[in-house]
């Protein structure tokens, strides 16, 4: 049995609802609000204390970052679709592709879904109830004390340009 805790509009939730499909894997969609604070609710936080989503539950076991879940489903059910070259150097690239996505586009739209998704609640926090917040959450601590109560910068929230290529 398995149970997506994502939300629609989430590139991650999206990149693992994809693998999902094509691997023709039934699950339980359970979606969370995210500007309603959903992923920040005590229940959630107990599955994937960092706030983020995708979380994948399989069997009450579970598995967070969209990544390692594509990653994990790959492993337990290659067929009927197996996203895995067998060749190691051609792993390896998909492995710099996976790497890049997370560094460059994923990192990019971050900053503007941060203001999007938690500026509301973080500004309704006292200094203090942020700062601890923020304080409990250690993959992304620094980055939201960045962000602080009032949000990130206008000019923070142009994407970078890059000439990386997987190959």
């Known amino acids: 049995m398995f149970k997506l805790y994502n939300a629609p509009q989430s590139t991650c939730s999206q990149r693992v609802r994809f693998v999902l499909n094509a691997k023709r894997i039934p699950f339980t969609d359970v979606k969370l609000d995210l500007l309603a604070g959903d992923q920040l609710k005590p229940d959630y936080l107990a599955l994937n204390p960092n706030g983020v989503v995708p979380t994948l539950d399989h069997d009450g076991q579970i598995v967070i970052d ?4 594509g990653e994990y489903l790959d492993e337990i059910a290659p067929q009927p679709e197996c996203f895995t070259p067998q ?3 051609e792993r390896a690239h998909m492995r ?3 790497h890049f996505m997370d560094e460059m586009p994923a990192a990019a739209i971050r900053v503007p879904t941060f203001n999007l998704a938690f500026l509301p609640r973080f500004a309704a926090m006292s200094e203090a109830e942020f ?3 923020a304080e409990s959450k250690p993959l ?3 980055f939201m004390l ?3 109560r009032k949000g990130f910068p206008e000019a923070d929230c142009r994407p970078p340009s890059t000439g990386w290529r997987a190959r």
């Open 146 to 148: 960045a962000m602080g």
């Open 87 to 89: 060749a190691p150097l």
């Open 131 to 133: 700062v601890a917040f």
């Open 96 to 98: 710099a592709l996976m």
């Open 140 to 142: 992304r601590k620094e």
């Open 66 to 69: 969209s990544a390692v879940i």
